[in-house]
């Protein structure tokens, strides 16, 4: 008894120092996995007020005349929704993976410019902050205080001070540019890090196809974040400083607005999605136990994606009068993009046709992603033409089709790389059991959610409303999109949980858990600070498959 309390008491003392020292260590970091691990937990908080604004709207839209929420608390929530969801949880969260995972798997020791890394986490950090601080003040919490209610695209003129007087778009407006400021100087540390911090051996013809499609998406990053962050000066501009841009009574124009925001915003899309791209060449060969079929092809694929995606910004803008020629361009480039994909999507499936498929919790997810990434560039097939875009643009038809690209293939792709890369960063696995839970769950629930949200669509139910009468037929679709999103909130919670109990009770990983080929795995779970003792020399696109079998070396599956 006594030696016992003897130890609770040094272990009393001790944490508290320690607890000051991990702050004061996480808080002053420039090691590229410390701060990887915080654009991720800042990321996954922020998926959880997003979530959570989700399901308040879909409470909201479950029965026909609801009064559960005011209208102007559902504008703020609907805003708050998607733009939380772009810019504070897709973008950290991959750039948090890419930080994490590029200099470890081309044997870097950390990343180019350790120093602007930690300064673009925090200014895009503090754009989070910035963008929730709206919501206090205004008309208060109660009234959900001022948060903005323009949407995540802020269309011009309703974003000029007459249509929106106060601060809340301005919070709006430098919570985007901050943001973009910290993008931005990722993207060039990436750019520099691929480019020039690759170990020995390391041919840009060996790069792991994730560093690759890093690369091409931090130039992307680099030609459509610059549009977004000068139209939020402009903004400002008319909004403070009397100039029009974007002002239709002073002769400025609101279309300018739409381009330049959707020159950003298309690209965006694929800034978003190309890493998911890349999560799967990872994943898919492991759990095929092949390698990946036609890395050239890939490479070639996702290059060409980055180049044609700058050019089919205006297909959200059918509707807004482009001409005939414009609506032809613009349906033409965005059919075009689907055979580069379709390129990706064939070498997937040739990776995973003979081989010896294992259905871990991350292949499960990677499946996932399959289909329903199929599933979501057919409706995008139809939306791109222009005649179909007529009918169904700003209707749940919508909605459903770009959730079914950021839900059904980011997210997905995103829960596969977590289950597979979790074990790397904390040194331990996730419960396959509740793995599997978490997949079921979530396939059911998005599936009920985002296949019958396209048929309210269909009928004309335009998005962004606030309520509906009864009797147009779209009650009972809304009751199940509603509950089907219930199930995702409680498939997240069954992740959460997961990953608490792992962090503390999961099984030890071991350096190589899923007997995996890249550099990352060639060190401790968790790597070292310095990641590899002895900087690493490669000699084919699997270094690690080359080490554990001597007798039939990689070279031989490249081409
Ligand atoms: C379970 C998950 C989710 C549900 C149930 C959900 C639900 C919704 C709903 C009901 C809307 C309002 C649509 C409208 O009235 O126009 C919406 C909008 C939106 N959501 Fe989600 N969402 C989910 C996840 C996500 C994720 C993961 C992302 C992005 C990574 C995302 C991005 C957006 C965007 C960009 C908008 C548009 C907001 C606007 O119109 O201003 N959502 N979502
Ligand atoms: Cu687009």
Redesign the pocket.
């Known amino acids: 008894m006594a030696t016992t309390t003897a130890v609770d008491l040094t272990s009393q003392t001790k944490p508290k120092k320690l607890l000051l020292q991990v702050a004061h260590d996480w808080l002053t970091t420039v090691d590229h996995k410390k701060i990887g691990i915080m654009y991720i937990v800042y990321a996954l908080v922020f998926l959880v007020i997003a979530?959570f604004m989700?399901m308040l709207?879909?409470i909201q839209?479950a029965v026909p005349n609801n009064h559960f929420l005011s209208p102007q608390v559902f504008n703020r929530l609907?805003?708050m929704?998607?733009t939380t969801?772009?810019f504070f949880?897709?973008m950290p969260i991959l750039f948090g993976f890419g930080n994490y995972l590029i200099p470890l798997m081309i044997g870097a020791r950390d990343m180019a410019f350790p120093r602007l890394n930690a300064f673009s986490f925090w200014i895009s950090a503090f754009g989070g902050i910035l963008l929730y601080y709206s919501y206090v003040g205004g008309s208060g919490l109660y009234g959900a205080g001022s948060a903005p209610d323009v949407?995540?695209?802020a269309y011009a003129p309703l974003t000029e001070k007459v249509f929106s007087p106060g601060h809340s778009t301005d919070y709006w407006t430098f919570s985007i540019l901050l943001s973009g400021i910290g993008t931005t100087g990722t993207a060039i540390n990436i750019v520099a890090t691929i480019l020039s911090m690759r170990c020995k051996g390391m041919t840009m013809t060996r790069l792991p196809l994730l560093p690759w499609i890093y690369l091409v998406t931090s130039f992307l990053v680099f030609v459509a974040v610059s549009p977004l962050t000068a139209a939020q000066i402009m903004i400002t501009i008319d909004r403070y400083l009397g100039a029009h841009f974007f002002d239709t009574q002073a002769g400025g124009s609101a279309i300018l607005w739409f381009h330049f925001f959707w020159i950003f915003g298309h690209p965006e899309v694929y800034i978003?999605v190309m890493p998911a791209f890349g999560f799967m060449n990872e994943i898919i060969p492991v759990f095929s136990r092949k390698a990946i079929f036609g890395y050239p092809a890939m490479v070639a694929a996702t290059v060409s994606i980055g180049f044609i995606s700058l050019s089919v910004w205006a297909h959200h803008m059918f509707i807004d009068g482009l001409g005939a020629g414009g609506n032809i361009f613009f349906t033409a480039a965005t059919m075009v993009i689907s055979v580069p994909t379709g390129i990706k999507i064939f070498n997937w499936l040739a990776t995973m046709w003979g081989g010896k498929i294992q259905f871990k919790t991350p292949m499960l997810f990677a499946t996932g992603f399959l289909f329903q990434f199929l599933g979501a560039g057919l409706t995008g097939i139809v939306l791109s033409s222009a005649p179909m875009d007529w009918q169904l643009n700003n209707t749940y038809f919508v909605?459903a089709h770009?959730?079914y690209v950021?839900?059904g293939a980011?997210?997905f792709a995103l829960f596969a790389a977590f289950y597979y890369w979790y074990p790397k960063m904390t040194g331990r696995m996730l419960s396959e059991r509740l793995g599997k839970w978490h997949f079921w769950l979530f396939v059911i629930g998005f599936h009920l959610?985002f296949d019958l949200m396209h048929v309210p669509g269909i009928l004309g139910m335009p998005?962004?409303?606030y309520t509906y009468e009864a009797g147009r037929g779209w009650d009972s679709w809304n009751m199940l999109v509603s509950a089907g999103?219930f199930i995702?909130?409680i498939a997240t919670v069954i992740f959460v949980v997961n990953m608490v109990w792992a962090f503390y009770r999961g099984r030890v990983a071991g350096p190589d858990p899923w007997d995996a080929w890249t550099l990352e795995w060639a060190t401790t779970s968790p790597p070292p600070d310095y990641n590899f003792a002895v900087p690493p020399s490669i000699s084919s696109r699997r270094p690690l498959w080359d080490l554990k079998h001597p007798e039939d070396v990689d070279s031989h599956y490249e081409y």
């Open positions: 979530g989700a709207i879909r839209l609907f805003t929704h998607g969801m772009v949880v897709g949407s995540w695209w978003l909605v770009f959730h950021l839900v980011i997210l959610t998005r962004r409303i999103g995702q909130a």
